[in-house]
């Protein structure tokens, strides 16, 4: 569904308070390296609560190619025969990563140091994204590649027969670049070292460490350290795969712009490299609270309340908070066309290399609806309306991209008129039961060709 096929377009209608509980999906992030690392285990790691979405079910295929033995036993619970470090086989076919950049990147890293031959392809968005931030580090292990103009795929990567430990400051911040060198540090003799300048989201850390591996991380002037020793044992472990903040984000931001509402999202994963946006709405003056705050599997975890806020404010998103909240700037420029003032958001070039350059994308969607938004290379600012005033009515494209899907189709909830996307498909790849929950909260979301 996922751009593979028939476009579904996708209407939401103003509608009434959005009320009760919301039980989003697992981490796609987690459900990813889940998958990946039980994959190099030895024996049977344990899933619950997997994201059963296409780009995680892509990985799925993917670990089963190179020889793991992936299981679903339903509602969310899997099953991976792992390999070890070093055990993959080479697949026998092409491996399509569909939507996923976090997918095809910690795979490339993955089998990157044993020697193999893999091709790797995606759907039109993928294929459009640049690999050289993945590829380029991991030739200093040896591996070789080749792909289309600008790195792009299908890319056939040769893993290093003989690899070499490697020392690499990330020039992007990017958990998928740093994961992809750790990943491949893995199969290495030796000392693998990743410093990134800004912290990213620490998942493959903290799942390394879970899986026995010896890993350290330490905060240097330089930025955030991190070693791995090479070619350990990895122990096969049972995961609860807790929800994901950014999946949260849609329900709580809907919750905040349509009036009455008042909704609870349990469960959801605060690690501090994620939960930036929620910081961010707190200080544009949302209702949003955390209930039964506690620590579960060594991450902070609360209940997310989210009520109708109608005194938003614009506000300068600090650029050192962009990586905790990278995924969010879509749905955080629709509240922000909701606020009185203008929401200022820098530092984000990131935002122009995702599933789609997402701040073109919402720009011409939020101006299309009668919002106003500048914006630069790095940059971009929304103009907000306030409270009932954002006209709204038009059709917008998705673009392949889940989060601008999402996004446009969360606004239509408070616009005056009704909202459209050309293709709401791409909600499959991350949020599969997004519009039932989204329904059962009371939206009115509807496909025109149903
Ligand atoms: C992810 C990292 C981020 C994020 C993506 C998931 C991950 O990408 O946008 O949705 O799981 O490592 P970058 O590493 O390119 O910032």
């Given at each position: 569904m996922s751009g593979h096929g028939t476009p579904i377009p996708m209407t939401s209608r103003p509608c009434g308070p959005l009320k009760g509980v919301a039980n989003v999906p697992g981490d796609k992030s987690i459900s990813h390296r889940s998958l990946i690392l039980g994959a190099m285990a030895i024996g049977e790691t344990h899933i619950s609560g997997l994201l059963e979405g296409e780009d995680v079910l892509d990985t799925a295929k993917a670990m089963q190619a190179f020889g793991a033995t992936v299981k679903s036993h339903g509602s969310g619970e899997w099953t991976v025969q792992g390999v070890g470090v070093g055990g993959f086989s080479e697949p026998e076919n092409v491996i399509d990563c569909g939507n996923s950049g976090t997918g095809v990147r910690l795979i490339m890293g993955t089998m990157a140091t044993t020697p193999i031959t893999v091709t790797f392809t995606g759907d039109a968005s993928l294929n459009s994204r640049p690999m050289g931030r993945v590829t380029d580090p991991l030739a200093l292990f040896g591996t070789q590649s080749v792909g289309r103009a600008g790195g792009r795929l299908p890319m056939t990567l040769v893993g290093a027969a003989d690899p070499v430990p490697v020392a690499y400051t990330t020039p992007v911040p990017s958990a998928q670049v740093k994961s992809a060198v750790l990943l491949a540090g893995l199969n290495v003799p030796g000392q693998t070292v990743v410093i990134e300048k800004e912290a990213t989201r620490d998942h493959t850390e903290r799942m390394l460490a879970g899986f026995g591996a010896e890993i350290t991380v330490e905060d240097t002037a330089d930025g955030r350290r991190i070693t791995l020793t090479g070619q350990p044992e990895l122990k096969p472990q049972n995961i609860v795969v807790p929800r994901d903040p950014s999946s949260a984000a849609f329900p709580v931001c809907a919750a905040i712009i349509t009036p009455g509402s008042d909704v609870l999202v349990p469960n959801i994963g605060l690690n501090p490299t994620r939960a930036g946006l929620f910081a961010t709405l707190q200080e544009m003056g949302a209702d949003l609270t955390y209930e039964n705050l506690r620590e579960e599997g060594g991450e902070p975890v609360a209940d997310l309340r989210a009520k109708f806020s109608p005194d938003l404010k614009g506000i300068a998103v600090p650029p050192a908070r962009a990586a905790s909240m990278i995924d969010e700037y879509p749905v955080l420029s629709v509240v922000a066309s909701f606020a009185q003032g203008v929401t200022d958001m820098q530092g984000v070039k990131e935002l122009r290399v995702k599933e789609s350059d997402r701040?073109?994308?919402?720009?011409?969607?939020?101006?299309?609806?009668?919002?106003?938004?500048?914006?630069?290379?790095?940059?971009?600012?929304?103009?907000?309306?306030?409270?009932?005033?954002?006209?709204?009515?038009?059709?917008?494209?998705?673009?392949?991209?889940?989060?601008?899907?999402?996004?446009?189709?969360?606004?239509?909830?408070?616009?005056?008129?009704?909202?459209?996307?050309?293709?709401?498909?791409?909600?499959?790849?991350?949020?599969?039961?997004?519009e039932t929950l989204m329904g059962d909260l009371g939206a009115q979301l509807v496909r025109n060709n149903a």
């Open positions: 701040i073109d994308a919402m720009a011409k969607g939020l101006r299309a609806a009668g919002v106003t938004v500048d914006e630069g290379d790095d940059w971009w600012k929304v103009t907000g309306l306030g409270h009932g005033k954002v006209p709204g009515g038009v059709t917008v494209a998705s673009v392949l991209d889940h989060r601008i899907a999402m996004a446009f189709m969360v606004m239509g909830m408070a616009t005056q008129k009704p909202m459209t996307v050309d293709d709401g498909s791409p909600i499959s790849t991350s949020f599969p039961i997004f």
